[in-house]
């Protein structure tokens, strides 16, 4: 079973936000990765927050999946500035409700 069906399985409409809140964000446009199964492969704790080193790596494979923002997030390194603007509570975590959030205030 992969990933994303397990967690569908489990937190489906958890499931349905992130990739909502991918969307909204423009991480998926031509990039070929799937941004709900980033989100979730980055979530190395299971705890459906990203903390700093796991938004990294969310950013990182939306990078490699093509993905135009995670690739200038990258290429300038600017990691701890993309998760502070999307944090909205200031915890140094992002949630799948931040990034709408931060979304809808764009």
Excluded: W
């Excluded at 990739?19 to 979730?40: I, K, N, R, S």
């Excluded at 459906?48 to 290429?75: K, W």
């Excluded at 990034?99 to 764009?106: I, V």
């Amino acid at each position: 079973m992969s990933l994303v069906a397990k967690a569908d399985r489990t937190t489906g409409r958890r499931l349905i936000t992130l990739h909502a809140c991918a969307l909204l964000l423009g991480l998926t446009g031509t990039a070929a990765a799937d941004p709900v199964a980033d989100f979730l492969a980055a979530d190395a704790n299971g705890d459906r927050l990203l903390e700093i080193s796991e938004f990294r790596a969310f950013i990182n494979r939306r990078a490699q999946g093509g993905d135009a923002t995670a690739q200038r997030v990258r290429s300038f390194r600017a990691y701890s500035v993309a998760l502070s603007r999307v944090d909205g509570n200031g915890d140094g975590r992002v949630s799948g409700d931040e990034l709408r959030t931060y979304d809808a205030n764009r």
